[in-house]
């Protein structure tokens, strides 16, 4: 018996060399959609233009939004205020939502937006690490008009996961940034006689 064990550790240990080749990384493989755009133009003043994989879901005459992008498992949430508020304290909250995230975040990258042909102006902020939501801006016409987005994932937030699909979501979200225009309040006419 220990003779029979003992050959058979001779010849399995005699070989030829065999080239030994690690495998090369793997990575995950992400289809993204062709890019193609419409125009949005809500009900409450406001538009911009949106890649056909994202789909805004109507708040029941709300002016405030929900944009599911499915394809990626993500909503983009927008709220909408009529400047009636004070402007301060409306970015100052936004502000706050944003740094509520540092706790999370390795870093926050803040950027300004100012489009003086559609009369928007603002700050967007890239919120890297395992934030809850890693993207989300401001925008305002600093006299009728104020409106804010959040980007939110519907999983749990793990920042080298999902960077792939966020970064190709942002580039879409900074041209609905750059498109967004406004309309004029409207106004009860007072007809005087």
């Not at 890019?35 to 805004?56: A, H, K, L, M, T």
Request: some cysteine; proline content about 5%.
């Amino acid at each position: 018996m220990w003779l029979v064990l003992l050959a058979f550790i001779v010849i399995s240990c005699e070989s030829d060399e065999v080239d030994f080749y690690p495998k090369p990384m793997g990575y995950l493989r992400l289809d993204f959609p062709e890019r193609q755009f419409s125009e949005y133009n809500s009900n409450c003043q406001y538009g911009f233009e949106i890649p056909d994989y994202f789909e805004v879901i109507e708040k029941g005459g709300d002016c405030n939004k929900d944009i599911a992008i499915n394809r990626f498992n993500a909503s983009l949430f927008l709220t909408y205020i009529p400047m009636d508020t004070n402007l301060n304290m409306n970015i100052e909250y936004s502000r706050k939502l944003v740094y509520d995230h540092s706790i999370k975040a390795d870093e926050i990258q803040e950027a300004v937006v100012r489009n003086d042909e559609t009369n928007s102006y603002g700050m967007k902020y890239n919120i890297v690490g395992n934030a809850a939501s890693p993207y989300q801006f401001y925008l305002t016409d600093s006299v009728d008009h104020f409106l804010r987005g959040a980007l939110y994932f519907n999983v749990a937030p793990n920042y080298d996961s999902i960077k792939p699909s966020l970064d190709y979501i942002i580039e879409d979200i900074d041209r609905l940034i750059q498109t967004t225009h406004w309309s004029a309040p409207k106004t009860d006419s007072v007809s005087t006689e």
